[in-house]
């Protein structure tokens, strides 16, 4: 069996979807694998490293694609293959291919995988289980973007994060509002804590205030119940009018005290919540920063631009897109370790073996044998509606 692993593209993408390390355990499986040239460049593994690690270094594209039997990648296929074809025309038929697919708001392509007979597979749907985390490749891109929103602040802030003691008197610690504790969320509050910042997280799932606290933050939410803010997965549901406006009054009267507000709310596959307005950002401090992680969903502020970096009343609101690609030896140290445990299910004896009796195996196929499989993606391509809003929102 022929695992391909191609160079990543799409504007500021450093990561690799499997590195070196992860080379010799699919190795160690029976699997042959073929890198493009330079695939690793990016996150500073180099051919000679894959080839040390008993891959074979293939520089043209095409013939990768042509062979290979299965595709591990990263990004989902965009525009651009070889031959100028869309990467979804390019997998041969009948082959396996894994990424973050984003099935929701990628129609066309699910519709060109199952047309061609694809078994595609997406890291967005691995289920939150136990048995599953070692696969969590959105918890993963989440640490790494939570890290490095807060980093990103504390260079755009014209101030010092921590509580200094000179001999020019006190400096009072900066005062951070992280907004959605999910996993990016957490990690933001840990890295602020980290460099001496003074921490609010608030989120409307009551369920996180133990996890806030215990990293040194105070937990700011509103007193609603796990059933109305929630569902089953411990995903946020959309809120009640009566609800939001009760959390709503709540944050907006932390807003004018924060110097940096780092947002990460998100509910699945719904555009990003609201939840600071032109006029919150007109209360704050000027020189103050907003890091918006839901710039790709549309935005928790109503100013953020997406991928862009927007000065209003004196406050600059950053909306960056894939951060986790500027931290691009972890995230794809990170990637590859989940894509890899994932792969593996699918291998035994060095030869592709499905087993859609395991729940892993199940949830996280798109298409297989000419099928939609994804029930949510199903409904939509037979409901003839539009793909989902925002790039991200693909969770089921
Ligand atoms: P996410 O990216 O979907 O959302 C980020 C955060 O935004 C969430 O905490 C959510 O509650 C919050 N949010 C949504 N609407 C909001 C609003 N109006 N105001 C304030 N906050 C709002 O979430 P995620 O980081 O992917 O994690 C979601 C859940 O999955 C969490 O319960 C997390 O602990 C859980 N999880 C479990 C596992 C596992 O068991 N293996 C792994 C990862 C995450």
Same mark, same amino acid.
């Given at each position: ?15 690799? +979807? ?16 073929? @890198? ?15 080839? +040390? +690690? ?38 041969? !038929? ?42 969590? #490749? ?29 001999? =020019?008197?006190? /400096? ?8 959605? +504790? ?6 933001? /509050? #840990? ?50 009018? !009566? ?16 110097? @940096? ?62 951060? =986790? ?25 060095? #030869? ?7 729940? /892993? ?36």
């Amino acid at each position: 069996m022929k695992v391909a692993i191609l160079k990543e593209t799409g504007p500021g993408e450093r990561r690799v +979807a499997v590195t070196p390390d992860s080379v010799k355990q699919l190795k160690a499986a029976g699997v042959e694998i073929l @890198v493009e040239a330079g695939a690793g460049a990016g996150a500073y593994h180099s051919d000679a490293a894959y080839e +040390a +690690a008993g891959a074979v270094i293939e520089s043209d594209t095409a013939t990768l694609w042509k062979v290979a039997d299965v595709v591990l990648k990263l990004q989902p296929p965009l525009a651009g293959g070889p031959g100028g074809k869309h990467e979804a025309e390019c997998p041969r !038929e009948g082959a396996v291919f894994v990424s973050f697919l984003k099935p929701n708001a990628a129609l066309d392509v699910v519709r060109t995988f199952a047309a061609r007979r694809i078994s595609s597979f997406s890291m967005d749907l691995v289920p939150r289980t136990t048995r599953a985390q070692r696969m969590d #490749a959105l918890s993963s891109m989440a640490t790494a973007d939570g890290y490095k929103a807060v980093l990103l602040a504390a260079l755009t802030a014209p101030r010092f994060f921590p509580m200094l003691v000179t001999a =020019a008197g006190t /400096i009072a610690p900066a005062r951070v509002l992280v907004i959605g +504790a999910g996993v990016a969320g957490l990690q933001a /509050i #840990a890295s602020a804590r980290r460099i001496g910042a003074v921490v609010e997280g608030y989120d409307i799932r009551p369920a996180v205030k133990e996890e806030v606290e215990s990293l040194g933050a105070t937990f700011v939410g509103p007193k609603l119940s796990a059933e109305e803010t929630q569902d089953a997965q411990g995903y946020a549901k959309a809120l009640s009018e !009566e609800a939001r406006a009760k959390a709503q009054e709540l944050l907006r009267a932390r807003i004018p005290h924060a110097d @940096v507000i780092i947002t990460t709310a998100r509910v699945p596959g719904l555009k990003a919540p609201r939840l600071i307005s032109a006029e919150d950002v007109s209360k704050m401090k000027p020189g103050s920063v907003i890091v918006d992680l839901a710039a790709d969903q549309g935005g928790n502020c109503e100013l953020t631009e997406m991928g862009r970096d927007v000065v209003a009343h004196g406050v600059t609101i950053l909306g960056p897109v894939q951060l =986790a690609a500027t931290v691009p030896v972890h995230a794809s140290q990170m990637y590859s370790r989940n894509i890899t445990a994932l792969f593996l299910l699918m291998v035994k004896n060095g #030869a592709l073996n499905l087993d859609f009796n395991d729940d /892993i195996i199940r949830d996280t196929c798109v298409t297989h044998d000419g099928q939609v499989m994804h029930a949510p993606t199903r409904e939509r391509l037979e409901g003839g509606q539009p793909a989902a809003a925002g790039a991200a929102g693909s969770r089921p």
